[in-house]
Every structure is written in structure tokens, then in C-alpha cells.
């Protein structure tokens, strides 16, 4: 497969492709339905939403808003993994091009979109008033955007104080991974050090598999490196990534730390195992040379708070007993 190609499907991968605490991001409502809500004799109540992206998804959920629609329900369930999205809620198609008959069908007082999805606005304003969600720009600092659109949908959805529980909450969950990492970095044994073992001293690389040969490396402006950078967590990966922050790479660009561990996140694409079990440069970077490797499971990785927390619940699973238990890592070649 041609570089190129491979570089256009990683940019649209984020549009085709937790445990928290439940008590757990969007502009205000349209005009009509603000008056509407501020008039003294109409009781507020929360809008009708059909949501076309998944990390708002999350976060309503996360507060206990049932959507009445959202895109590609069973792919969201697999890739977000939690909240899932209960039955009952319709599945309105795809992200970027959901069934116009059934939106109709479902009349939902607003549409939400992210800023990537503007494309279609005018198609989707002719059912319902549409409000978009920029998490995810050039500017990078996906939690702290997330943080303001969870307050942003707070608001929205008559669920201030949901969403106010949803950022303590997912700081709380961070706050208890670093105080594991760091428990970790000050218990270690002597004979263990970076160049020994996967643990939380030593710079990662964090990768989704294309193929057999190439893997999307997360980095700036990533939503996972804000959280590796709240676990005091050196990420490998010095590369150019894109707005959604992630970076296209061969697997010869992940021998430039000797010392580095790699996690990579499953499932794998079909047959890559078995491509990576025959693959000797695989098989000689120093990570995998050196049993420095594990699976994360899956993640959404252009999600919110939600998949925040639970991110830095599983890097503390990951990175904690590696210390010392290295027979707990896992090759890809070995799944």
C-alpha cells in the first residue's frame, strides 16, 4: 500500500472508525428552544438530541442523558467499549451519512455534531437545529476542550451538575492512576531500571496497527498524551502528528528510543499477528527485542473524559505489575 494512501486513510480514520463513576462537549440551545425555556410558564426540560460523534456520545451517557439516536451503535459499543450505548436508542446510520428518514422519523429537537462533521449542516439543519463541538483542533488539549464541552452539554441538557461530577470524577481517576505509577517508581527493585522492563520510568510508544508494517503512533494533541502527561508518563514518539494527534509511521520509526516500551492497543487487524511473526525487523526493534510490550484494550482514540479516565486506569494496570511481573507482557505475535 502507497504511503499516500495510507496517510488518507489515517486522516479519515477518526470519522470512519470505563468503568466511571456514573455520576459524569456544544454551544447553547437554538433561539426558539432558549425562549421557549425561559418562558415562566413552559417547564424546562431537556432537548431530544441525535448524536452523529462518538466522544459526545460518551459524555451524555457518562451523565445519564439517553440520546434518542446515534450513528454506528454497534461499532461505538466495540471501539468506546463504556458507556455503551443501551438498546432502545436508534441507530440513525452512519457518522457521515446518517438516514435522513430516520432523523425525520426520530424529530429530535437538535442534532450534535463535532466541528469535522460540519460538512453537514445544511443537509441535517432541514430536520432539526444543528449545535457542533470543536474537542479536537490545531490547537491541540483535547481534556481541556472536553472539560468545557462537558459543561457546554451540562447546561444543554438541564445536567449542570452531572456534568461538573463528570470532570471531578474523571479527575479523581486520573489522580488515583498517578498515585499508583508514582508508588511504582519509588518501589521498584534495584535490578530493575528502563532498559529491563515495561514500567512507568521509561519513554512509550503508543500504537494502533494499519497492517503488518505500519501503525498510527499517538502523540501532541492527542487526547492520550494529555493524559500520559498528567501521569508524569514520557511519551517515545517525537514525530509530526495531525489535529486529531496522531502520527503515520513504518515500524522502523520506533527504533529511535533503545530504551522505550511500546503498548499497542487490540484488537488487531485481521492476520497481523501472523504477520509479525514472521517479521524480523518487528522482532528486532528494542522494545519488542527486549520484552518491553503490552495490549491495551480497546479504546476510542478521539473520545472525551470518559475514555480519559478509563485510558489512565489502563495505563496503571499496564505499566504497575510489568515491574515486576514481565511475564505478564504480551507480543502481538503471541495473541
Known amino acids: 500500500m502507497q504511503r499516500r494512501t495510507l496517510l488518507r486513510r489515517a486522516a479519515l480514520l477518526p470519522l470512519l472508525c470505563l468503568d466511571l ?11 426558539a428552544y432558549a425562549a421557549a425555556s425561559a418562558a415562566p410558564s413552559v417547564p424546562a426540560r431537556a432537548p431530544r438530541v441525535v448524536v452523529l460523534d462518538w466522544g459526545l456520545v460518551e459524555t451524555l451517557l457518562a451523565m445519564g442523558v439517553m440520546p434518542a439516536g446515534v450513528a454506528e451503535i454497534d461499532s461505538y459499543n466495540a471501539s468506546v467499549v463504556a458507556p455503551a450505548v443501551p438498546r432502545g436508542v436508534t441507530d440513525v446510520g452512519l457518522r457521515l451519512a446518517p438516514s435522513l428518514e430516520l432523523l425525520q422519523q426520530i424529530a429530535p429537537d437538535l442534532i450534535l455534531i463535532n466541528s469535522s462533521q460540519e460538512s453537514q449542516r445544511e443537509m441535517l439543519e432541514r430536520i432539526a437545529p444543528v449545535r457542533a463541538f470543536a474537542v479536537y483542533t490545531d490547537a491541540g488539549s483535547p481534556y481541556r476542550r472536553s472539560c468545557e464541552v462537558t459543561l457546554q452539554l451540562g447546561k444543554l441538557c438541564k445536567r449542570e451538575a452531572a456534568a461538573q461530577a463528570l470532570i471531578d470524577g474523571t479527575q479523581h481517576a486520573i489522580d488515583t492512576a498517578r498515585a499508583r505509577l ?93 504477520q509479525l511473526a514472521s517479521n524480523r525487523l518487528w522482532r528486532a526493534l528494542p522494545p ?29 494496570d499496564a505499566l504497575t505489575p510489568a515491574l515486576n511481573e514481565p511475564s505478564a507482557l504480551r507480543d502481538p505475535q503471541h495473541t
Not at 21 to 31: Q, T
Open 21 to 31: 463513576p456514573r455520576a459524569f462537549a456544544a454551544s447553547g440551545a437554538s433561539a
Open 182 to 274: 508514582d508508588h511504582a517508581r519509588t518501589s521498584a527493585h534495584d535490578e530493575h531500571d528502563a532498559h529491563d522492563a515495561l514500567g512507568p520510568a521509561a519513554p512509550l510508544y503508543l500504537i494502533r496497527f494499519f497492517d503488518g508494517r505500519h501503525v498510527g503512533v499517538y502523540g501532541a494533541r492527542s487526547l492520550f498524551q494529555d493524559v500520559m502527561d498528567a501521569l508524569a508518563l514520557r511519551n517515545a514518539w517525537r514525530g509530526p502528528t495531525d489535529y486529531w494527534g496522531i502520527g503515520v509511521a513504518g515500524l522502523e520509526q520506533l527504533a529511535g528510543a533503545p530504551d522505550a516500551g511500546l503498548l499497542y492497543f487490540d484488537p488487531l487487524p485481521a492476520g497481523v499477528d501472523r
Open 288 to 316: 519488542v527485542a527486549g520484552g518491553r510490550v503490552a495490549a491495551l484494550p480497546p479504546f476510542w482514540g478521539f473520545g472525551m473524559l470518559p475514555s480519559a479516565a478509563r485510558f489512565a486506569g489502563a495505563l496503571a
